[in-house]
């Protein structure tokens, strides 16, 4: 038993320190490793299944919905970056420049993408010319980089891959019912497949995207009730497509500007699931992304029959279309529960021969521990079923963390005291300029997450300033 | 009409200037489209669509046999680079470099990786320890970067999408038959995909991978009869371990070095799928890859019962699991067909008011332009048997252009004959050296394409040199 004891025993208590308890799941359940590249990481096997996983969710929903792949230059020549004003000067400090090809000093440098907003543009300058061209419904699979000075597996990296959906529409309306759409496909990811419960709202001027006219966001609360931004969604109006030329002739044979959207989700989302979900036993993974939904433990495995049955209720569960594995190592079963709860496996199948004999097998939550017994021949029915249970198990957890962590305010004091004495989200109402929002951050240490879309009517004056309040506001510290 | 004469106009003929042709039909099926990056192009809708469908086959193929993706850091920094002799003095000339970060000069410049050899050891050599690690079956799918003087859609690019897979093993042999086996995994995508015969064999050591032992490859005849060398397999040995301290703890409990292997397939297939097939009406797609497999064309569509009935066919069709796209758009049904000509659709369905009454439509081949006609009751039957002939006869078509376009030459003038006046690959002894390759390239204008695994007795002498030869080799003009 000294195994499984080590294991568990590597991973540090997440209340004594969550940063380090963190750290120790990404490697501990080989999402991730350390390079040698500073400020890169890679992503391991285990972890890169879960994005493929994430990657297949999205995928096809933009599809469903009409988005159509395709894939930009990786590089941005200086000059293009610079096309939009507001966006080079939020992009443009964290650059990474390639200045040689070969031996040859290049005549401009390039960056390579932080973003890509401005390569879509440039392409559409030249192939959209009519009303018959719009809208454009595109999202690219790539890899970005950000110069981050400091760095955090999956939250901060120099590198991640993610999604950046880029739209260009006739009007107004339809490229904010897009950028509405789309933010709803990002909140439908996070708590119908990764059972994380969301707070919708837009982002204030001040965390605005450089270069929208706003931007939509979904918030989630950790663990440790910090917040996490999970996905966001920009309507640009007709900036960037003035700062590129981008006109059509409508029905009306006028020459006009079309509107634009981009959204995009990151492997940052998978640090969300590590602190949303966790705990001292390593991760516990959403069985809808979960690459293991299930494991199948052979106890006595070298007893007649076992491995047999065991072998047999993973080929059963595999034809029912569930991600299976079974461990026939010599390991000890208590070795082998320490191993799959670290990596985070929704379903554990304990089969010996107690249970053969008893034509059923053991079911474990990942969630919550409980054991279940499970009749053999019911076994194709109740696993998806249980799997469901535990989906809606984390979920309900983590929302009650939310909201058993979310919190009303009057005064900027009050909010300093909620954060330091209990965390969470602060909600109070604001009037809505970036002086009081920077006085709050200041006073109390929180940004503002979002003014979320469901609105409450708090109070009439704004927490700082008590000018009359515009909006009612969630505060919180972010990740 | 004017219409689609105009269409058909637009690209140039085949025959009178292929180079042309080719990109005439990059452009207007709308596969791929220059960017203002100079040197790198914007893959389209329609041409990413035939790259996921690639990626779709070959990624199953390889979990199928236990290769887990990962993601490894785009930067490399240059001292990891230079760890191997051989590798950096193949790869630094054409490297771009990374040399700021934000506003600050990087202490080591970093080049975006033009391949992930040095990576992926440098990660082996930190988790790699003992016997039970072994092997790593390892893929990984990005884009990278080579500094290219010149460049051509899809077969020359200073940026390309691939799959790099990298694999380490216990043993020699162990490597060797994994080298083997994802070559046939690349000869079956080709052959059995593709609709692309190949040339299976090894490169000379002059054209093999830098840092191999050897590398095998596949080589496709063009229509031109000019090669195209369209997957590579390389077989490392230890040099890389040894280069990179990667070491492991054998069952003997010795510290011994493992071996490795890495293979890769680009976008450049897509090239090699648009020369291989295309004629003078634009492209031509196998079906096994076509994102779009039938375009259903309502005839006379204004006609009662037209629309409808083609909306059926197409919704039987999706049905079937068959990617299928009608065209009721305003257009003319002569124009949509050289649209759909141009995009390659393998098939085309027409239905109008005399096929409705008959109870039938009518099936358009698009690789010979034979008509057929279908019972709409034997739908789901017929159309995915004809898009089996199809494949078929696309397939006969390319390896018969292959095999009349094969020659054997006994003398270097005499190749330099056949390439000048028929083209194709012609087939020699050799001793195999280095030398009477080069001179082989100065007298006759070919390259060696591959020493095939299919060895034939042509003759004891070397072509060039007149020595004893050692095996038959390949020779063409390769793109």
Redesign the interface.
């Known amino acids: 038993m000294a195994n499984e004891k080590k294991q568990v025993e590597q991973i540090t208590d997440m209340e004594v320190d969550f940063a380090k308890w963190y750290t120790d799941v990404c490697k501990k359940a080989e999402l991730i490793?350390y390079?040698?590249?500073k400020g890169?990481?890679?992503?391991?096997?285990y972890g890169?299944?879960i994005?493929?996983n994430i990657q297949t969710e999205l995928d096809r929903r933009f599809k469903e919905a009409g988005h159509?792949?395709?894939?930009?230059?990786?590089?941005?020549?200086e000059s293009?970056l610079q096309k939009e004003a507001d966006h080079v000067e939020g992009f443009a400090?964290?650059?990474?420049?390639?200045?040689?090809?070969?031996?040859e000093e290049l005549e401009e440098?390039?960056c390579?993408r932080p973003t890509s907003e401005t390569?879509f543009c440039?392409?559409w300058s030249?192939?959209v010319q009519s009303w018959r061209d719009l809208p454009k419904l595109?999202n690219q699979w790539?890899?970005v980089?950000r110069?981050e000075k400091t760095t955090r597996p999956f939250l901060r990296h120099?590198?991640f891959?993610w999604q950046e959906g880029h739209t260009l529409h006739a009007t107004a309306e339809e490229a904010m019912a897009e950028t509405e759409q789309q933010l709803e496909v990002y909140a439908d990811l996070c708590e119908n497949v990764l059972a994380m419960p969301v707070v919708r709202g837009v982002k204030t001027e001040k965390e605005k995207f450089a270069g929208a006219e706003y931007t939509y966001t979904i918030e989630c609360m950790m663990h440790d009730t910090k917040a996490l931004q999970s996905g966001t969604s920009h309507y640009f109006g007709d900036g960037f497509a003035r700062a590129f030329n981008i006109t059509y002739t409508d029905k009306n044979n006028q020459q006009v500007c079309p509107h634009q959207t981009s959204w995009g989700l990151s492997t940052r989302i998978i640090g969300g699931i590590i602190m949303t979900h966790g705990d001292n036993n390593g991760l516990v993974l959403p069985p809808r992304i979960a690459p293991i939904q299930v494991i199948v433990i052979p106890i006595a495995q070298h007893k007649a029959g076992v491995s047999e049955r065991a072998r047999e209720l993973v080929e059963r569960l595999k034809a029912a279309g569930i991600r299976v594995k079974a461990d026939f190592s010599d390991n000890s079963p208590g070795w082998k529960f320490a191993e799959y709860e670290m990596k985070g496996v929704p379903l554990r199948i304990e089969i010996g021969p107690r249970d053969i004999e008893n034509n059923q097998c053991v079911a474990v939550r990942r969630d919550n521990g409980e054991k279940l017994t499970v009749a053999l021949e019911e076994l194709e029915e109740r696993v998806p079923q249980l799997l469901d249970v535990v989906h809606k198990g984390m979920f309900g957890k983590a929302k009650k963390n939310m909201e058993t962590h979310t919190f009303t305010a009057s005064t900027v004091e009050e909010v300093k005291e909620i954060i330091e004495t209990k965390g969470g989200f602060v909600k109070t109402m604001w009037c809505g300029d970036t002086e009081c929002e920077l006085a709050m951050k200041e006073r109390a240490g929180v940004s503002s997450r979002c003014i979320p879309f469901e609105q409450e009517n708090l109070g009439d004056k704004c927490v700082v300033c008590d000018k009359p309040a515009k909006t009612m506001v969630y505060w919180g510290v972010a990740y």
Chains 1, 2 share one sequence.
């Not at 159509?68 to 020549?77: F, H, K």
């Open positions: 490793e390079s040698s590249v890169f990481f890679i992503l391991r096997p890169y299944a994005w493929e159509e792949n395709v894939y930009m230059p990786m590089l941005i020549p293009l400090p964290e650059c990474a420049w390639v200045t040689m090809g070969g031996s440098k390039m390579v390569l440039d392409h030249k192939v595109y790539c890899s980089l110069w120099r590198e891959l």
